[in-house]
């Protein structure tokens, strides 16, 4: 049986990452993923500031961009109504994940860590420490990182199930073309779906467009995206619509057991407002690696866990406020609202545009809303008489 210190399953951002920097720490790394690469991946595949600053940190070099993917122009609208652009936004990248992902990847592989990519799981025993692979091999491992995002099997095989039914999002995609829509401007319709958004993302061949939201408050998801197709001016048959869960506010408060350790969706670390997950993929997955080399080297990998977490609790808490804020953008109630103050306010449309960026985060936001709730409050007493 071959032995490694770490495995990581799963070479998406979180798994590329923590693959990457173990395998440079000089560590023996193997890295499997059931889809050899380049492989599709259903995602707006838009990269945030914050996300890029992650990259530089674990890759040690700037996120490489082609000029026409950076994008500046952030157009917001509200049930079909313009709802405010921001014409000078802090940069966003529109990639297609099946390029960026093979080129995290590769830099894994590069770094050192044994290619087992084209590779299923068959079996997990966390008491031996090792994995059987669906091609028969076994592997033993110091640390496992399970980076296998939403659907995760080792966060199945650990808990008995890969997400929270009742917490989960979902999100629904197609590539479109779209020439009528303006290839640098990343649009966003608030209350495209319930408790989410639509988005259209333009790439160098097609624009990217979907809905997503709490899975539980869309039964009918679909229904959703062919409005917000017909809104958007696009014919599309419904059987073009590609899903995907989305971890869209299911934190998992315990990520792992012991010396196996969940990273980026397999975590639940998505963005409970704006549905951001590949940042916070690739920084996990970079904490994750941290706790596994320090566990490691004292001897003790069964601490890499509580290491990982003490890691994770910044993250974790700005996380929980996002939770806090989301009622209060996405409640029926206060939607109307919320979006009327935000289409007025340059200043609340900046704010969540800087949390994007890495450069605020949702606790400051949440203050500076609280100290603006009795405005709110009035706004949506007087819209209510209006509607009235
Ligand atoms: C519709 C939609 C739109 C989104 N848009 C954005 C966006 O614009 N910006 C953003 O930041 N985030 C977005 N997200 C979230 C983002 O896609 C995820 O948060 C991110 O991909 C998480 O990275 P990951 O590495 O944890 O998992 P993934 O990227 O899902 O990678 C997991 C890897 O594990 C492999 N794998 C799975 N199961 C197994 C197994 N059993 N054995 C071996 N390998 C396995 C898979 O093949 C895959 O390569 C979106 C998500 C959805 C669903």
């Keep these: 049986m071959a032995r490694f210190d770490v495995i990581v399953v799963g070479a998406g951002p979180a798994g590329a990452a923590a693959a990457f920097r173990a395998a440079r720490a000089g560590l023996s790394v193997a890295l499997v993923d059931r889809k050899t690469f380049p492989r599709d991946k259903l995602c707006g595949g838009l990269v945030t500031g914050r996300a890029r600053a992650h990259y530089a940190d674990i890759f040690g070099h700037p996120m490489p961009f082609a000029p026409d993917e950076r994008k500046t122009v952030v157009a917001f609208h509200h049930r079909g109504r ?20 093979a080129a995290l ?39 496992l990182i399970g980076a296998d995002g939403v659907n995760s099997q080792i966060a199945r095989a650990l808990f008995g199930q890969s997400f929270d039914r009742a917490r989960i999002g979902f999100g629904l995609e197609i ?39 709490i899975l ?14 017909d809104l958007l001016g696009l014919k599309v048959p419904e059987a073009r619509f590609k899903g995907q869960f989305l971890p869209f506010g299911d934190v998992r408060a315990r990520p792992g057991r012991g ?115 009795p405005r709110f409050a009035l706004t949506m007493v007087q819209r209510r008489r209006i509607e009235e």
């Design 105 to 143: 990847c590769a830099q894994a592989l590069g770094a050192g860590a044994q290619d087992f990519t084209g590779q299923g799981v068959a079996a997990l025993d966390t008491g031996a420490r090792n994995l059987t692979l669906a091609s028969g091999p076994v592997l033993g491992y110091g640390v």
């Design 259 to 373: 010396a196996v350790l969940l990273a980026g969706d397999a975590a639940g670390l998505v963005d409970p407002i704006t549905g951001e997950g590949i940042g916070h993929a690739m920084a996990s997955g970079g904490m994750a690696a941290l706790a596994a080399i320090d566990a490691l080297g004292e001897g003790q990998p069964e601490t890499a866990l509580a290491r990982y977490r003490a890691a994770l609790r910044p993250l974790h808490r700005d996380l929980r406020m996002a939770r806090l804020l989301r009622p209060l953008l996405y409640l029926p109630a206060t939607e109307p609202a919320f979006a009327h103050a935000f289409a007025r306010s340059t200043t609340l449309r900046r704010m969540f545009l800087a949390q994007m960026a890495g450069e605020a985060e949702y606790s400051g936001i949440l203050w500076r809303v609280a100290a603006r709730l």
């Design 175 to 213: 590539e479109a073309e779209a020439p009528h829509l303006p290839h640098d401007t990343v649009r966003i319709d608030l209350a495209a779906a319930r408790w989410g958004y639509g988005w259209a993302f333009p790439k160098r061949h097609s624009t990217t467009i979907g809905v997503g939201g």
């Design 216 to 229: 539980g408050k869309n039964p009918d998801l679909k229904r959703a995206m062919a409005a917000y197709c």
């Design 82 to 101: 313009p709802a405010g652009v921001i014409a000078d936004a802090p940069p966003l990248c529109a990639t297609m994940r099946r390029e960026m992902d």
